[in-house]
């Protein structure tokens, strides 16, 4: 399924399955709505975007074993990737030992991110990931769009909500 987004209704919302393989096309989604955006020398990494997005779904999909809500939106510096789920404990980056195998995903968080955090809602928590452009050349007149905030117990303007299944 190919999804082409228009995030000038910003944000952009959409329903991740409780199944881990709905991590890749989530990932997808999130970097095909980013490259809609057309931000050219704005545009962040789209590696760590897509990176930075798994990990977070993955982390919400395997703790939870529920649905998860992926929102995306651009605050006219930044991408903002947040991830809603049913989990209502704090999360925390961790350096992991070195022969672990799990629990990197918020050490990488940590790492690429411009900026990150996660914060309560009332029955789970939202973690968020910012990545900021590759250039600090001023936003192009297209792409400064407003900052909308995906919280509330009302689903976003814009929202679409989307199964990422296989």
Same mark, same amino acid.
């Given at each position: 399924?190919?999804? &082409?987004?228009?995030?000038?209704?910003?944000?952009?919302? !959409?329903?991740?399955? @409780?199944?881990?393989?709905?991590?890749?096309?989530?990932? &997808?989604?999130?970097?095909?709505?980013?490259?809609?955006?057309?931000?050219?020398?704005?545009?962040?990494?789209?590696?760590?975007?897509?990176?930075?997005?798994?990990?977070?779904?993955?982390?919400?999909?395997?703790?939870?074993?529920?649905?998860?809500?992926?929102?995306?939106?651009?605050?006219? &510096? &930044?991408i903002?990737?947040?991830?809603?789920?049913?989990?209502?404990?704090?999360?925390? @980056?961790?350096?992991?030992? =070195?022969?672990?195998?799990? %629990?990197r995903?918020? !050490?990488?968080?940590?790492?690429? @991110?411009?900026?990150?955090?996660?914060?309560?809602?009332?029955?789970?928590?939202?973690?968020? !990931?910012?990545?900021?452009?590759?250039?600090?050349?001023?936003?192009?007149?297209?792409?400064?769009?407003?900052?909308?905030?995906?919280? %509330?117990?009302?689903?976003p303007?814009? =929202?679409?909500?989307?199964?990422?299944?296989?």
């Open positions: 399924m190919t999804l &082409r987004l228009t995030l000038r209704k910003l944000p952009y919302a !959409f329903k991740v399955a @409780a199944d881990d393989q709905a991590v890749g096309p989530a990932r &997808r989604l999130v970097r095909e709505g980013v490259e809609s955006l057309d931000l050219g020398q704005q545009a962040p990494s789209l590696d760590d975007l897509e990176l930075l997005t798994a990990e977070l779904v993955t982390n919400a999909v395997v703790h939870t074993m529920a649905p998860c809500v992926v929102c995306i939106r651009w605050t006219g &510096r &930044r903002r990737v947040e991830v809603t789920d049913t989990d209502t404990r704090d999360v925390e @980056a961790k350096v992991p030992p =070195t022969h672990d195998e799990h %629990g995903g918020l !050490f990488l968080v940590d790492v690429l @991110a411009a900026a990150w955090g996660s914060y309560r809602e009332l029955a789970g928590k939202t973690t968020w !990931f910012e990545l900021a452009a590759t250039s600090e050349d001023p936003v192009p007149s297209g792409a400064a769009y407003p900052s909308a905030d995906c919280r %509330g117990g009302q689903a303007r814009g =929202t679409v909500e989307a199964t990422c299944s296989g």
